[in-house]
């Protein structure tokens, strides 16, 4: 590893920005563009973005070479064999020139602004390492759609109690490597930052899109080698992720609306029966000592995510409702519960911005918000709105309610058409942080 010193509170702060590649040509043009266009505010910078392509057989390589010779930030390294996802980022590590590096999978969209508010946080010289929030770009129709974003929405519930941090992360350059067998990197790192004395810090702003595995044997297979590989860093690093605590996840599960309709029940419990089965294969492997630092690649995960993580719907609409809201009448009356209600109408009004038309139903507790954009969006803002209502203390008048007032919600978006996209459905949230992710 070249030498570099961090840079001094309020100075440039220049981010190297690896991505490690095999077999993305269906993405990685999308990816890098979404990297190469971030706006900074600040002193900060994308000084070089190198992109590690590891024994491709497709256009990779051809599309990276290609975009490097237009934009003078990129650089491609070519392993000719796979040798796995920890190789190719300890060559981009001991290449790196900046004293901020950023890891980027291939396979994902990064929002704008996500790189910013990752680096935003290195002006403390305590954080040694942020991590972004993964939204998925999957429907949630389906099982398996259904599967992948109570995984995400787990994962964000967790992290920002307890950072995991994944998909996309930022560190200060003081890791000179990680093990070459390790199937979960950034947890590789995240141990190595941590046992340095640095904090670790989740940033829900910084959203990547990406798209999860959507066949069952797919599902199964990544999450056997991630728990396969989180049980390892616990043996050979003494590190533990949060999300390896049953009683974390059962937590995290009671506040997030998982279980608010039968159909959501249901499918909710498939999902916590499927991650049992591939943690058991995944302790099996471990007996076995099965390595798995190159993994299958899982198919369905690999599909063209930009387009769906881009589409815009000129409508949303945001439904705000105060769980047990009669009860909450009953015992505070009725003028403290359209009081309360305000409140929450004025939470949305300030976090949906002037462009959000927002309606009250006061006699059934029920905030209704219409805002254009995407449906991320539009869920990332509604979390906040969520979040923000149940960290500020809400007076009830004198009389206070036995019980705090809990708030749900759920988002719908409706394309051009006017008529629902069939891949979105309205997803009742129940939840006390900006939710997302499932352990990984």
Not at 52 to 73: F, L, P
Not at 103 to 117: C, M, N, P
Not at 404 to 429: C, E, H, K, N, W
């Amino acid at each position: 590893m070249s030498a570099r010193s961090g840079a001094s509170r309020g100075s440039t702060w220049d981010c190297s920005v690896g991505v490690m590649a095999y077999n993305e040509e269906a993405n990685i043009a999308d990816a890098l563009a979404s990297i190469l266009d971030q706006q900074f505010t600040g002193q900060r910078r994308i000084a070089e973005l190198i992109v590690v392509a590891s024994g491709c057989e497709d256009k990779t390589a051809a599309i990276v070479a290609d975009i490097a010779g237009r934009d003078s930030r990129v650089r491609l390294l070519e392993q000719e064999q796979r040798q796995g996802k920890a190789s190719a980022i300890n060559l981009f590590i001991d290449a790196a020139q900046s004293p901020l590096l950023v890891l980027v999978s291939a396979d994902l969209v990064v929002k704008e602004g996500a790189l910013d508010a990752l680096l935003s946080h290195f002006d403390d010289p305590e954080v040694g390492m942020v991590g972004g929030h993964p939204t998925p770009v999957n429907g949630e129709t389906t099982f398996l759609g259904h599967a992948v974003h109570l995984q995400w929405r787990l994962h964000d519930r967790i992290s920002v109690k307890s950072p995991k941090l994944g998909e996309i992360i930022a560190l200060r350059s003081v890791v000179p490597s990680i093990p070459l067998d390790t199937a979960v990197d950034e947890l590789s790192l995240q141990a190595i930052v941590s046992q340095l004395g640095y904090r670790l810090v989740y940033e829900p702003r910084a959203v990547v899109y990406n798209r999860g595995p959507a066949t069952v044997g797919d599902f199964l297979r990544q999450r056997r080698r991630i728990y396969a590989g989180h049980l390892r860093i616990r043996k050979q690093q003494g590190y533990s992720a949060p999300t390896m605590s049953p009683w974390v996840i059962a937590r995290a599960l009671r506040g997030s609306g998982s279980f608010a309709t039968l159909r959501a029940a249901l499918w909710t419990t498939g999902t916590v029966l499927l991650e049992a089965v591939a943690r058991a294969l995944g302790s099996y492997d471990v007996v076995r000592g099965r390595q798995a630092h190159m993994w299958k690649i899982s198919a369905s995960t690999k599909k063209h995510v930009s387009a769906d993580a881009t589409a815009e719907h000129p409508h949303n609409v945001a439904v705000f409702h105060i769980v047990d809201f009669h009860r909450q009448r009953l015992e505070v009356g009725a003028h403290a519960s359209r009081q309360l209600t305000r409140r929450i109408a004025d939470h949305v009004r300030q976090d949906f911005g002037p462009a959000a038309v927002v309606s009250v139903i006061q006699q059934s507790g029920t905030v209704i918000a219409t805002l254009p954009g995407n449906r991320a969006d539009a869920d990332l803002a509604a979390s906040e709105v969520v979040r923000r209502f149940e960290s500020t203390p809400e007076g009830l008048t004198d009389s206070q309610a036995a019980v705090p007032p809990t708030l749900a919600y759920a988002i719908v978006a409706f394309p051009s058409t006017g008529q629902p996209p069939a891949d979105v459905m309205p997803v009742p949230r129940h939840q006390s942080d900006p939710a997302t992710t499932a352990a990984s």
